[in-house]
């Protein structure tokens, strides 16, 4: 698990449906792997990624609603950067790490209470679907292995509504 800052951005196509960006400061994973020729199961490496995501946001109650519990699905791409491979990896003389950018969706749940007239207190927890392949290599053989990273973000957050 990893703890970053997040951004969201919430444009109210209707008094019920919203257009949602979340942006993120890049998180950082382990990738774990089971099955690889070496004799390598467990930790391959690390990695970072970034997860912009685009949301439609569905809001049931009155847009004058003090509690507005709502829930959205989305799109996903998420951008992997910083590979490195594990040490336990590079002893078993696995060399190098590449991973693909990955492509997915999303969906959330969550609740905004009005503080004020305009400051929003909000909770919400979303799945996010990120699969990768990693590709190393061993003993000048590419070798390549799924990774599923599928997180779940937790985010309790303020808001401003103008």
């Known amino acids: 698990s990893d703890t970053q800052i997040g951004l969201n951005y919430l444009y109210m196509l209707t008094d019920h449906v919203g257009l949602e960006y979340l942006a993120a400061t890049p998180f950082k994973h382990d990738a774990y792997a089971r099955g690889l020729p070496g004799d390598l199961d467990g930790h391959l490496g690390t990695f970072k990624q970034l997860p912009p995501t685009v949301s439609l946001v569905y809001f049931p109650l009155s847009p004058y609603s003090t509690v ?14 910083e590979t490195k491979l594990g040490n336990s990896a590079e002893s078993k003389g696995f060399k190098g790490l590449d991973m693909d950018n990955s492509i997915g969706w999303a969906v959330e749940a969550g609740v905004d209470y009005m503080l004020t007239d305009t ?10 679907d990120i699969n990768t392949t990693a590709t190393t290599h061993l003993n000048g053989t590419k070798v390549s292995v799924d990774v599923d990273v599928d997180p779940m973000v937790y985010m309790v957050s303020l808001g401003y509504k103008y």
């Open 68 to 81: 507005q519990p709502y829930v959205g699905a989305g799109i996903n791409y998420t951008y992997i950067f």
């Open 119 to 128: 400051l929003i207190l909000n909770a919400q927890v979303r799945y996010i």
